[in-house]
T-cell receptor, first 111, second 112 residues
């Protein structure tokens, strides 16, 4: 009965590789988000989708490409991974765009 | 200067203490003010929210917003070891995609 789920939970990869993180929510929310949390716990929005349409695209390198196949799913694909991409990536969903329900996070380590 | 500033801590208190966590912000247009709690290796979860200025109480937790000073606080009474977590303040401008802006979080440890 998980509300917002993400896979994988941990991802360790080499610099230059391409990887994807998947997110699914079963709350029936229209809006989904990707957030990045750095090593100092600072949480910053990356993207937001409302019913499969991109509505927020923060200053994020083009190597990051979100994709929403339907309103319950939001995936994040990262090309040519760099050391600085190491962080915890959180998916979230919201019914109103105000209160966020976060997933458990994907801890990405780039070696 | 970040839009939302928060003391990073860590803050260590004995069980039963009253804890005060604070954030200041620069954008007077923020409308909703929230506190999220994040346990180690977990996602943040919404703890409390207030709209505009004022106080809100929920059990041992009280959220306070002073828009004139651009200052928000979270008070925890009778703190418990289970309150040990990182507390993140967050605030939002509604409209234009509703971007939630977080503080950097305060790490709290409540010791027996």
């Amino acid at each position: 009965d998980t509300a917002v789920s993400q896979t994988p939970k941990y991802l360790v990869t080499q610099m230059g590789n391409d990887k994807s993180i998947k997110c699914e929510q079963n709350l029936g929310h229209d809006t989904m988000y990707w957030y990045k949390q750095d090593s100092k716990k600072f949480l910053k929005i990356m993207f937001s989708y409302n019913n499969k349409e991109l509505i927020i695209n923060e200053t994020v390198p083009n190597r990051f490409s979100p994709k929403s196949p339907d309103k319950a799913h939001l995936n994040l694909h990262i090309n040519s991974l760099e050391l600085g991409d190491s962080a915890v990536y959180f998916c979230a969903s919201s019914p109103t765009g105000i209160f966020m329900f976060f997933g458990p996070g994907t801890r990405l380590t780039v070696l | 200067q970040k839009e939302v500033e928060q003391d990073p801590g860590p803050l260590s208190v004995p069980e039963g203490a009253i804890v005060s966590l604070n954030c200041t912000y620069s954008n007077s247009a923020f409308q909703y003010f929230m506190w999220y709690r994040q346990y180690s290796r977990k996602g943040p979860e919404l703890l409390m929210y207030t709209y505009s200025s004022g106080n809100k109480e929920d059990g041992r937790f009280t959220a306070q917003v002073d828009k004139s000073s651009k200052y928000i606080s979270l008070f925890i009474r009778d703190s418990q070891p289970s309150d040990s977590a990182t507390y993140l303040c967050a605030m939002i401008l509604t409209g234009g995609g509703n971007k939630l802006t977080f503080g950097t979080g305060t790490q709290l440890k409540v010791e027996l």
